[in-house]
């Protein structure tokens, strides 16, 4: 009988050890730091977007304005229909740039609640030196520390 005298196969183990499980784990803290700042940044430039769109709205009843009466409406919401959003506070003028009164600078303004924290009360303009005719989209306002990073800039304003 050959039963006795001859080993038992061994159970082969299924599954995995420890050290392949915390690289497992090691490698989706690496992708997870990778992707949650890009996500970050992909969030704050699609809000950012809104800002444009809004001062977008005013160039046209502006520029007509402004064409029909010679100078400019003393406030922006009285002729843009929306000059607030879901990530948009205000839509109002910057200092005016002297001495051209053909000159018009729109700022809107991020509200500082609700929003990526990249753009939180960050500011957005849209001038005008001809009276509406061009405009030009940019994060450069009055108030530097508030301009929005040009990481953040949507598309069209680049």
Same mark, same amino acid.
């Given at each position: 009988?050959?039963?006795?005298? %001859?080993?038992r196969k061994q159970s082969k183990q299924s599954g /995995?050890?420890?050290?392949? $499980?915390?690289? +497992?784990?090691a490698i989706i803290g690496i992708l997870a730091a &990778?992707?949650?700042?890009?996500? @970050? ?5 699609? @809000? *950012? #977007?809104? =800002? +444009?769109?809004? $001062? ?6 502006? #520029? ?10 003393? #406030?922006? *919401? ?5 000059? !607030?959003?879901?990530? &948009?506070? !205000?839509?109002?003028y910057g200092a005016v740039t002297a001495p051209a009164?053909?000159?018009?600078? $729109?700022?809107? %303004? /991020? ?17 005008? !030196?001809?009276? =509406? ?7 450069? !306002? ?10 953040? $800039? ?5």
């Amino acid at each position: 009988s050959h039963g006795r005298g %001859t080993m038992r196969k061994q159970s082969k183990q299924s599954g /995995f050890t420890l050290i392949e $499980l915390m690289i +497992v784990i090691a490698i989706i803290g690496i992708l997870a730091a &990778v992707a949650i700042p890009a996500y @970050q940044d992909y969030v704050a430039r699609a @809000q *950012a #977007a809104e =800002g +444009v769109e809004l $001062l977008s709205g005013g160039k046209v009843v502006l #520029a007509e304005y402004y064409t029909d009466k010679g100078v400019w409406p003393v #406030a922006a *919401a009285s002729v843009m229909g929306t000059t !607030t959003g879901k990530y &948009v506070s !205000t839509i109002a003028y910057g200092a005016v740039t002297a001495p051209a009164a053909a000159s018009l600078d $729109l700022i809107a %303004t /991020f509200k500082a609640t609700g929003v990526n924290s990249n753009i939180k009360s960050k500011m957005i303009s849209l001038k005008t !030196t001809d009276g =509406g005719a061009t405009w030009t989209c940019s994060n450069s !306002t009055d108030n530097v520390t508030s301009a929005l990073a040009d990481k953040y $800039l949507p598309g069209a304003c680049k």
